[in-house]
């Protein structure tokens, strides 16, 4: 296929869509009484198991999918991102989030060069002088040992480190090494978030990393400014040299800021800001919290998926088959969100995170080319940890519309819990849910089941399930570090499939910039009005009116700001 032409023209896509017909004739109750069939439909690697029986889908059907595959020149593109080619053309980067997992050993070329030496040249930095501050070797401006950290970033630097943050916390490994330690993280812009951050924090004790490659995001550099501002009240100007690092690429204005360039942690434009979790982004927060040994296996973890991903054959590909998938029950049978639900409170800032790798990569409407897309790409996503959802959103997804899921288990807790005289542990309570689930989604329930049950005739239809809803289920052994490198990098390819597949680029994101563009119009304004009384012009009579609205009901904030901190 040539690079301008849509895959939807292609005759896989259209035998794809022939096919549908042939599934609509069928019901998940039938598909799964094939043992044959369930068992082509499971794959495994490196300890997880993919069970994607329940999906509506016959082997023809992933047949179909592989064809698309070949039309979409999936493999093509595989290696071309793992050949640093600039496949991300609208910026003209490479997209290597796979060289910050990689082997001290490895080879991974961007222009020309091979850009490992310089991924573990930070990772030596990072451990460094995460030891240092774990040990006490580096401390604060009056002497004593910095145990609290706050992550300042936004996106991408915030929701990827905070879901590793949140699934480490009961692990057993990890509390030990973060035994007398703190992280948080503050990303909204929100007075709120940053009363919530610093309250019960002394500056003394606390270290704070700021998180901006370019150093210039208007809500970060705010928040940064912000607990500069706290610190240095505390303890003087100075002593932000000794309590204020940077991820960041721009050393000057990270100088500029008063933050010592030698405590600046690179990265690169080939990490993009969802991607970058296994990065300094990620990995310096983390690495204080948890010790490097710990972050390194994470990333060892997501390391193995990479492997799998560019290696394998497409039927044993747990990404490229999760993204195939994802495409199907988008593009062809219509379904437009996906529930993610893990079987674990450790990963309930999962969801989250997948959220913004998913909508803001495939969130588009035109084709890489600049095509308007004459099918829907992206899904909206969403989740919750079970059992919380089942007790919340589960009724739309078992009686009202089709939302394919996915569940994710883990064989053995991180924190088991056994009670004498109970039927099961808890674990095993939590499982029974996991097991139990995509089946009841799967066979649904008939009137004729129900009248055998004897249900009254004018309850039946309130009672009936139709199943025949589509999900998938992922099994982990675990739920350690390396456990969520896997999960993390098979979502992350997972969605590179998706955008593969769809022909567009999943690695901008030109949809964040408008009202970034309009907000700074905004903030003018908003200047202007209280420092000058000048009255709202430019703007629309509903945007007026609001904006009049809230500049009378805020007259007591002051023209000439004072410094004011939160208090709680």
């Known amino acids: 296929m040539a690079s301008s032409t849509l895959i939807s023209e292609s005759e896989a896509w259209k035998n794809l869509k022939a096919h549908v017909g042939d599934i609509d004739k069928t019901h998940l109750r039938d ?80 222009n020309g060069k091979n850009v490992v030496p310089d991924v573990w040249k930070v990772l030596d930095k990072i451990q460094e002088f995460s030891e240092r501050v774990r040990n006490g070797s580096w401390v604060g401006a009056t002497g004593k040992p910095l145990k609290d950290v706050v992550a300042i970033g936004i996106g991408g630097s915030f929701l990827g480190p905070l879901f590793v943050h949140t699934a480490l916390q009961t692990d057993p490994e990890a509390i030990k090494s973060a035994e007398g330690r703190q992280l948080r993280f503050l990303a909204n812009v929100d007075p709120i978030d940053v009363a919530r951050n610093i309250t019960g924090l002394s500056p003394e004790t606390t270290l704070v990393v700021v998180v901006s490659k370019t150093f210039t995001t208007a ?30 690429t721009n050393l000057p204005l990270v100088e500029k800021f008063g933050i010592d360039p030698n405590n600046a942690f690179a990265f690169w434009d080939w990490v993009g800001g969802r991607y970058s979790v296994c990065s300094a982004v990620g990995v310096l927060p983390l690495s204080l919290q948890y010790g490097f040994s710990v972050v390194e296996k994470f990333l060892k973890g997501a390391s193995s998926i990479d492997q799998h991903f560019y290696s394998s054959p497409s039927e044993k590909n747990i990404p490229v088959l999760l993204g195939l998938l994802s495409v199907w029950n988008v593009s062809f049978l219509g379904h437009a969100a996906r529930a993610i639900l ?40 969403f989740g919750e940890p079970g059992t919380n959802g089942q007790h919340s959103f589960y009724q739309l997804i078992h009686q009202g519309r089709v939302i394919p899921c996915d569940f994710i288990g883990v064989v053995k807790s991180q924190q088991p819990v056994y009670l004498k005289g109970e039927v099961v542990s808890n674990h095993d309570e939590l499982m029974s849910n996991f097991f139990a689930q995509p089946d009841a989604l799967a066979y649904g329930k008939t009137p004729e089941q129900l009248r055998k049950e004897n249900v009254p005739e004018h309850l039946i239809s309130h009672k009936t399930f139709s199943g025949n809803r589509p999900s998938l289920s992922i099994l982990l052994p675990s739920l350690n570090a390396y456990n969520i490198g896997q999960l993390l990098a098979i979502y992350e390819h997972r969605i590179a499939v998706e955008g593969f597949i769809w022909g567009i680029n999943s690695f901008d994101q030109w949809g964040v910039e408008l009202g970034k563009s309009l907000a700074t119009q905004v903030r003018k304004q908003l200047n202007a009005s209280r420092t000058k009384g000048e009255s709202i012009e430019g703007f629309n009579h509903s945007t007026t009116t609001l904006m009049k609205r809230y500049l009378e009901a805020s007259s007591d904030v002051p023209s000439d700001l004072p410094t004011l901190l939160p208090r709680i």
């Open 31 to 110: 598909l799964m009484s094939d043992a044959a069939r369930c068992k082509s439909l499971m794959v495994e690697y490196d300890g997880l198991l993919l069970d994607y029986s329940r999906q509506r889908a016959t082997l023809d059907t992933i047949g179909k999918l592989f064809k698309l595959a070949e039309a979409a020149n999936l493999k093509e593109k595989i290696n071309r991102m793992f050949n640093g080619e600039h496949i991300n053309s609208t910026e003209n980067r490479a997209v290597l989030h796979v060289a910050l997992r990689a082997s001290r050993d490895a080879t991974i070329q961007s």
């Open 219 to 248: 809500e970060t550099m705010l928040n940064a400014r912000t607990l500069r501002e706290w610190i240095s009240a505390a303890l003087g100007p100075s002593a932000v040299a000794k309590h204020m690092v940077a991820v960041s």
């Open 342 to 381: 893990p079987y674990s409170q450790a990963l309930e800032k999962f969801a989250p995170h997948i959220q913004q790798v998913s909508m803001e990569s495939n969130g588009k409407g035109v084709s890489i080319d600049g095509i308007p897309l004459p099918y829907e790409a992206g899904e909206i996503d």
